[in-house]
């Protein structure tokens, strides 16, 4: 996964302030990653990735989500991880079981949780509190896909939101363009 990938097929669907109602909004994305470790943790050894993301509507110069984080490897336990933050005050620490070998892994993360959790501050809580995360990655070759779905509990909503997001990118560069 190390170096820059690139797609324009991403689709988000979620609640529009502006409009105030659920909206699908496609997207294009860049993401590059960038190896380190071991990181030792006593007797775990953790490999990983620092990573950035940005996402920018069709048309606009300006992203309308990024993140930063680090994606992490437990080969003692085969799990995979990601933590990151977004912009808003949000962060999340994701993990799940993962094959050494394996193409497609799957991710999730859950409010009030021990391991995998996720933390919001005040304002998030109070309007749009992310309950659940799950992430489905599936990296072939030079293609990365996924799909991830953001539970939120919402003001404006009687019932729990799916915010999900979903794009396809290629590899463009083995090597990280900051």
């Not at 990573?51 to 920018?56: E, G, P, Q, S």
């Amino acid at each position: 996964m190390v170096g820059t990938w690139k797609g324009d097929q991403g689709l988000d669907v979620s609640h529009s302030h502006d409009v105030g109602k659920v909206i699908e909004t496609p997207y294009r994305e860049e993401m590059s990653f960038s190896a380190f470790g071991p990181v030792d943790n006593g007797r775990q050894h953790l490999y990983g990735l620092d990573y950035r993301t940005a996402a920018w509507k069709a048309g606009k110069e300006e992203p309308f989500h990024t993140e930063v984080g680090y994606w992490l490897w437990d080969s003692a336990t085969n799990t995979v991880m990601r933590c990151f933050m977004v912009p808003r005050g949000s962060t999340i620490l994701a993990g799940g079981e993962c094959a050494p070998d394996a193409t497609t892994f799957t991710m999730r993360a859950e409010a009030g949780a021990p391991d995998f959790g996720v933390l919001s501050n005040p304002y998030l809580v109070e309007n749009a509190n992310c309950v659940r995360y799950e992430n489905t990655v599936t990296v072939e070759n030079d293609t990365f896909t996924y799909e991830e779905v953001t539970v939120l509990a919402m003001s404006e909503y009687d019932n729990l939101l799916d915010h999900t997001d979903r794009n396809v990118l290629q590899r463009f560069s083995e090597t990280r363009a900051d």
